[in-house]
Nanobody
């Protein structure tokens, strides 16, 4: 299983970015796919996840600003990030969790300038 993220970059505060994560290989179902982030000197934290049945969960800090979605084939997950803040600066990691294992992408960097 391979997860490949894309879409990170540098953006000014208030701007938007869209992260994508494509999964290749065996996709175990049911599963939960989502995004976590890790800022320098901090622990990795959940940003947003979405199950194959459509249930979502967001960190309080991103509610109302970020939206997670999955394509119809359930092998790509997106994170639309609006109203970005400097505190959103971090490495963002894609994750697929299932009964058969927990898989991570290599991460994509998001930097929000003030």
């Amino acid at each position: 299983v391979q997860l490949v993220e894309s879409g990170g970059g540098l953006v000014q505060a208030g701007g938007s970015l869209r992260l994508s994560c494509a999964v290749s290989g065996t996709i175990f179902s049911p599963n939960t796919m989502g995004w976590y982030r890790q800022a320098p000197g901090k622990q990795r934290e959940l940003v947003a996840v979405r199950t194959t049945s459509g249930t979502t969960n967001y960190a309080d800090s991103v509610k109302g600003r970020f939206t997670i979605s999955r394509d119809a084939g359930q092998n790509t997950v997106y994170l639309q990030m609006n109203g970005l803040r400097p505190e959103d600066t971090a490495d963002y990691y894609c994750n697929m969790a299932s009964f058969w294992g927990d898989f991570w992408g290599q991460g994509t960097q998001v930097t929000v300038s003030s």
